[in-house]
């Protein structure tokens, strides 16, 4: 894409994703406000009613949830966007939106933890909360940007892939990348393909609303006033939607939300690679640390450093057997996180016996020369 057919502006990153919110089609957001999110309920509020759009801010987070649940059900592509004590509020409706199968988007952008923790400070430590945070077998997909320019790129993707897979897509930020300013292009409005849900085409009377028989596994679905009858709960249920306790039934179902998934990974994967044709050491990282990772991998590079680059942009589903390939002629693999260790635990299922890990608590950022120490502590060992 040419950089002259696009609109460029000077955005935050909390701005950016507004931007690609509504350019996907948003057109109903329900949030309560928190820092390090809170920009986006405020520009939400101005933006979408100009343009004959709904934002409401609800009394709190559950209801947030609760609302966006709702307007997807009646047609709406909806989104919410919190923080990482928010989202421990909306668990139980993402665990509902996940058993009934409804497409939503809802934004993380993450901040220091435990409970309030570092309101204003940037961390990664809610990335096995997004995964895990309700309860149950279930999968859903988590994506992260490391720019400004991504986050609205990336809210993009993860309103395409909601809809395309009919389930909640969670947008993982963080407070530096939200607040940073750089420039970003915004291309014409058609440039970008935007999907929406398939919606049904059988006869009304003997229609399935999550038929374990549908294409790609998503069955099409029916809009609250079109005609349909549809039976939502949270509860096992058949293909009707009607709930059931049959072992049978529960694991068709159960199987079917994960692998209509899982089946997509090759699809909806996006890692962002760099140097790893000789790569003795690589470096992993995801987020705002892979910007001085890069950084400090080039600079390792000018030393005669044989060392590679791997930024994670899907985090979940976890991408293990892409990464095992893009691996597998290091010997050895660093691991950064602004945690006490998350993403590391999936790396080392990649069976490499040398993955080292450098975490960065107290809400402060690596910088190169940290990271570049640290390669080559790691070389040497």
Same mark, same amino acid.
């Given at each position: 894409m040419l950089e002259t057919e696009c609109k460029r502006l000077f955005l935050s990153g909390n701005e950016a994703l507004c931007e690609g919110a509504l350019y996907a089609g948003c057109d109903f957001y329900a949030g309560y406000p928190i820092t390090p999110a809170s920009e986006i309920i405020e520009i939400l509020s101005k933006r979408m009613p100009a343009l004959g759009r709904v934002s409401m801010?609800?009394?709190?987070?559950?209801?947030?949830?609760?609302?966006?649940?709702?307007?997807?059900l009646a047609g709406a592509k909806a989104m919410t966007a919190t923080s990482g004590p928010g989202v421990s509020l909306m668990l139980e409706n993402l665990g509902l939106a996940v058993m009934c199968e409804v497409p939503l988007v809802l934004v993380n952008i993450m901040r220091g933890g435990p409970s309030t923790g570092l309101p204003t400070k940037p961390a990664q430590g809610d990335v096995m909360q997004a995964r895990y945070g309700s309860h149950g077998d279930y999968e859903l997909v988590a994506l992260i940007p490391n720019s400004v320019q991504e986050s609205f790129d990336l809210i993009i993707d993860a309103f395409n892939i909601s809809e395309m897979l009919r389930t909640p897509v969670i947008l993982l930020s963080s407070a530096d990348v939200a607040h940073m300013r750089e420039t970003v292009f915004i291309p014409e409005e058609g440039t970008i393909p935007i999907i929406n849900r398939r919606v049904p085409s059988k006869e009304k009377t003997d229609f399935k609303p999550f038929d374990n028989n549908s294409h790609d596994l998503v069955p099409p679905m029916p809009i609250f006033g079109s005609g349909y009858n @549809?039976? !939502?709960?949270?509860?096992t249920h058949d293909e009707y939607g009607f709930p059931s306790?049959?072992?049978?039934?529960?694991? $068709?179902?159960?199987e079917r939300l994960k692998n209509k998934i899982t089946n997509k990974i090759d699809e909806i994967t996006k890692i962002d690679t760099k140097y790893l044709e000789d790569a003795e050491l690589i470096v992993i990282s995801y987020g705002s640390p892979s910007r001085a990772a890069?950084?400090?991998?080039m600079d390792a590079?000018?030393?005669?450093? $044989?060392?590679? !680059?791997?930024?994670?942009?899907?985090?979940?589903?976890?991408?293990?057997?892409?990464?095992?390939k893009l691996c597998?002629?290091?010997?050895k693999l660093l691991v950064l996180e602004l945690n006490m260790g998350q993403i590391v635990n999936q790396v080392r299922l990649l069976g490499n016996e040398n993955v080292y890990f450098y975490?960065?608590?107290?809400? @402060?950022? !690596? @910088?190169?020369?940290?990271i570049l120490s640290e390669i080559r502590r790691c070389l040497k060992k």
């Open positions: 801010q609800l009394e709190d987070e559950i209801s947030s949830l609760a609302a966006v649940i709702g307007a997807s @549809t039976h !939502y709960t949270g509860l306790d049959d072992p049978v039934v529960h694991t $068709k179902l159960i890069l950084q400090a991998i590079r000018n030393e005669g450093l $044989k060392v590679g !680059y791997i930024r994670l942009i899907t985090l979940w589903p976890f991408p293990l057997d892409i990464l095992k597998e002629s290091a010997n975490p960065k608590l107290g809400g @402060t950022l !690596y @910088t190169p020369i940290e």
